[in-house]
Structures are given as C-alpha cells and as structure tokens.
T-cell receptor
Framework: NAGVTQTPKFRILKIGQSMTLQCAQDMNHNYMYWYRQDPGMGLKLIYY???????DKGEVPNGYNVSRSTTEDFPLRLELAAPSQTSVYFC???????????????FGEGSWLTVV | TQLLEQSPQFLSIQEGENLTVYCNSS?????LQWYRQEPGEGPVLLVTVVTGGEVKKLKRLTFQFGDARKDSSLHITAAQPGDTGLYLC????????????FGTGTRLKVLA
C-alpha cells in the first residue's frame, strides 16, 4: 500500500519563488491535513480538508493555499516564498474525525523545504 | 497561544530514571492521542485515550487522561536510550471543527 505520498522530499527555493507540495493518498480518506514543523517543535496545522471541494484554514495558513479537487489529492501551494517558510511539511489523512482505538491518522514522509 | 501546551519542553535524563510529560489545555477534548517522533520521520501513534480518568499502559509507558478531559500525562518508567525522541500529544480541536492539532512537543534525551 502506498498510503500517503508526498513530493518532493527536498527542495530549495529562492525568496519570492512559488512552488507546490504534492500530497496523494490511496486509502479513500475524506480528511486530509497539511502541517509544518520547525526544528524541535510540534506540528502546526496549515490547512485541512474534510472532502473534495472543501478546505479550511488551520492555525498558520498565511502564505499558503490549498485545493481539493479530488478525494485523493491535496496539494499545498506556497506563493512568494519567504525564509520563515523554511520548515518540514507533513501531509496526513484520516478516514474518520473521531479517533478511537481502531482509527489512525496516516502521515506522509515529510517534505524538507529551505527558502534562501 | 497553543491550545495544547506540553511540559517540559526539553528533558535530558540518565538511563533508568523515571519521567513524566504533561499535556494541558483549558478546553475539553473528546480524546487525545500521544505520538513519538524520531528525527527525519513522521509521528508514530503510541496511544489514544478517550474516557476521563482513563489509564493505558504500553510496556514501560503509562498514559493517563484527566478526569475533566483537559489534560493528559505520559509517564515512562526506567527510561532507556531507545525512548529518546520528540513526544507529541494531539487531538481534534474542541471548537467543533475538524482541526486535528498537536501540542508544543517535549524533546526527550535519555543518556546511557
């Protein structure tokens, strides 16, 4: 099973450039999330989606945009990259919004982004 | 302001010592989950606590959910170097949305 696939794994951007981080899941999950994680810190929610065509802001949405045209894909776009966006980005998906003993949130392997 | 505050932020202890990590909020959570994350990898789920007052054990790790479901703790007995990592609590925001949020994190280093 592929699970949650993120690309690229590493990227260096110049200030002001734009790029899209791709995220795809093959588990037919309705709920998808984008997080950023700075060194030694917890994950901060950027955007999330509860289904195709529905997205909403998380804790730190400024400087980012998302779309959810299909259930499988949830790309994250950085417009006008800034050094403050240097971070590790994780995409995640879940079948249900009620975690219990039998439910799991699946994470991608992360995308390391450096803005110089 | 983080909805889920963890303490301590950093912890460095000797092998064999005991430790407790706390996850606190001013809001009620329907459930909380604990993760461990190693450098270069995504978080790995350790446990989910759902009922107020619930205690769950995973080998040397004991997780407790507060009676009011506003806080949780992770206690490690006889820590080992393999326990080294970033520990995170997480849960769905109590505001009624589907935001799944993480705590501020506790970085643990166990010295041999």
């Amino acid at each position: 099973n592929a699970g949650v696939t993120q690309t690229p794994k590493f990227r260096i951007l110049k200030i002001g450039q734009s790029m899209t981080l791709q995220c795809a899941q093959d588990m037919n999950h309705n709920y998808m999330y984008w997080y950023r994680q700075d060194p030694g810190m917890g994950l901060k929610l950027i955007y999330y989606s509860v289904g195709a065509g529905i997205t909403d802001k998380g804790e730190v949405p400024n400087g980012y945009n998302v779309s959810r045209s299909t259930t499988e894909d949830f790309p994250l776009r950085l417009e006008l990259a800034a050094p403050s966006q240097t971070s590790v980005y994780f995409c995640a998906s879940s079948y249900s919004v009620t975690p219990n003993s039998g439910n799991t949130i699946y994470f991608g392997e992360g995308s390391w982004l450096t803005v110089v | 302001t983080q909805l889920l505050e963890q303490s301590p932020q950093f912890l460095s202890i000797q092998e064999g010592e005991n430790l407790t990590v706390y996850c606190n909020s001013s809001s009620v959570f329907s459930s909380l989950q604990w993760y461990r994350q190693e450098p270069g990898e995504g978080p790995v789920l350790l446990v989910t606590v759902v009922t107020g007052g619930e205690v769950k054990k995973l080998k040397r790790l004991t997780f407790q959910f507060g009676d009011a479901r506003k806080d949780s703790s992770l206690h490690i007995t006889a820590a080992q170097p393999g326990d080294t990592g970033l520990y995170l609590c997480a849960g769905f925001s109590p505001s009624g949305t589907y935001k799944y949020i993480f705590g501020t994190g506790t970085r643990l280093k166990v010295l041999a």
